[in-house]
């Protein structure tokens, strides 16, 4: 993994930018990015490019047969089809598990290798077709635009979930100059830092802790790995995003942003708001807003929410501790809509509020098992116990190193790229950027570098984990 890694930053991000920036023909440009894209796919997935190229070609044919035919019945076949064939791949074995439990069966389950991306490549398909039959996007007819649309190698793994007509007219028509590139590398550096120097740091702590058994744990240990874990995943996730909209924007695509600093939230509701938001957007567009929304009282309008953060948690892996987790942060989401003087509460009351409840839900998302998790949930306000084993494991984790980046990573959380963006903003409302305001960015690109080399030294060095988001 650390070897493919140093190839896509070294070889195959350079030659696929080098050869699109030269190249003078959009559609020899589009044709060179499908098979970088495919390439990509294969180099980890060998067997299920086909398996990508079919999803696409369906819903591309599914398209097409809109004007031709009924329009419901071919929109509910897409549905089927899509739907079936990420449940076949994804959740044949926890189906079947599942009755084998509850009805004491036999019944033998299939050891099937999970398509990486399956679920973000599935969706982003899903919601052309359903563009197209709302008649919000026209009917590609070109089968190479929509297979680019769905493999673009930059988010074809991770997300963000992109919408066709986000950037149908770029697949067309895009602009790839000096400006854009060096904004897209910076962002896509400030991503890879995130996950390299942030996010792996924090994995080692919170995968160290999590493989210990809760009993062996105390109240210290149990909260250093889960506000570990939580820091993890948020620079995982969003580090991935950052990199896919830098690379993008190096090939001229604008993709729409994905995090807007969740951890500043005040409720549950505004975390979902700014937490992979493309997903949240996805589920509310396509399955929240045509359940009815919020029009038809409180309690449909709970019962909507609830089954949206079930369908959320289930998206995001074939097991209950994922499904629990989307119903417990329904549970808080559904209570805030009959709890309106939460609202009223002090806002630092309202932050740690929310951030005990995204902290306790991610204890559950990272857990094994949910025997795993109420243990460690337990141990987290229960956990008195302060043995030299259960200290020693406290003091493994609270080195120098590990303090600093936690703090850096604390620091992080917070909207210091949105007040930055804000003022620059403001600055070329006014005119030219003032020479120290281009000083700062100077700074800033110079910083960006050290990053990459940092980036590259701790990756040669093999400290490298997947991103957690690969597994969905």
């Known amino acids: 993994m650390v070897f493919s890694s140093l190839v896509f930053l070294c070889i195959f991000f350079p030659t696929v930018f080098c050869l699109h920036s030269v190249i003078p023909s959009m559609k020899v440009r589009n044709a060179l990015l499908i098979i970088a894209s495919l390439i990509f796919y294969a180099f980890g997935e060998p067997v299920y490019v086909v398996l990508m190229i079919l999803s696409a070609f369906l819903n591309y044919l599914c398209a097409m047969l809109m004007g031709k035919t009924n329009r419901t019945a071919v929109l509910i076949t897409a549905v089927i089809l899509n739907i079936g064939i990420l449940g076949v791949f994804k959740y044949t074995g926890f189906f079947i598990t599942t009755l084998n439990s509850v009805l004491h069966l036999n019944v033998h389950v299939p050891q099937i290798t999970l398509p990486i991306g399956i679920s973000f490549f599935t969706f982003q398909a899903l919601s052309y077709v359903i563009d197209v039959y709302r008649n919000q996007v026209e009917t590609q007819k070109k089968f190479s635009k929509v297979l680019l649309y769905i493999s673009f190698f930059p988010q074809l793994i991770a997300g963000p979930i992109v919408k066709y007509k986000d950037i149908a007219l770029e697949i067309d028509a895009r602009i790839v100059d000096l400006k854009e590139t060096a904004l897209g590398l910076r962002r896509f550096i400030c991503g890879l830092a995130k996950k ?6 924090m994995a080692a702590a919170a995968d160290q802790i999590f493989q210990q058994g809760f009993d062996s744990l105390n109240i210290i240990s149990a909260w250093i790995g ?13 580090g991935y995003s950052d990199m896919a909209i830098g690379l993008g924007r190096m090939f001229g695509f604008h993709f729409k942003e994905n995090f807007e600093h969740p951890y500043a939230s005040l409720t549950i509701k505004e975390f979902w708001r700014r937490w992979h938001i493309s997903l949240s957007s996805w589920f509310k567009e396509y399955v929240y807003i045509p359940l009815g ?52 509460l002090p806002h630092v009351l309202l932050h740690i509020y929310t951030m005990l409840v995204v902290t306790v839900g991610f204890v559950i998302f990272r857990s094994d098992t949910l025997h795993y998790a109420l243990g460690f949930i337990g141990t987290m306000f229960t956990g008195f116990t302060f043995s030299p084993s259960s200290m020693s494991l406290v003091y493994q984790q609270l080195t120098p190193f590990f303090i600093v980046i936690l703090a850096a990573a604390i620091i992080g959380c917070g909207p210091i790229r949105g007040l930055t963006m804000r003022f620059r903003t403001a600055s070329e409302k006014e005119g030219a950027l003032a020479s120290k305001e281009t000083f700062v960015l100077y700074l800033l690109y110079i910083a960006a570098f050290v990053l990459l080399l940092w980036c590259i030294i701790r990756l040669s060095g093999g400290s490298y984990n997947p991103f957690i988001y690969f597994r969905f």
């Open 196 to 201: 390299i120097l942030l996010a792996n740091t």
């Open 226 to 238: 889960a506000i570990a874990y939580t820091m993890q995943i948020y620079f995982d996730f969003s």
């Open 293 to 344: 929304g919020n029009r038809r009282g409180k309690i449909r309008t709970g019962m909507n929410k609830v089954l949206v953060f079930f369908l959320t948690g289930l998206w995001h892996g074939a097991d209950w501790t994922f499904v629990v987790w989307g119903l417990f942060h329904g549970a808080f989401s559904f209570l805030e809509e009959f709890i309106p003087t939460l609202k009223k």
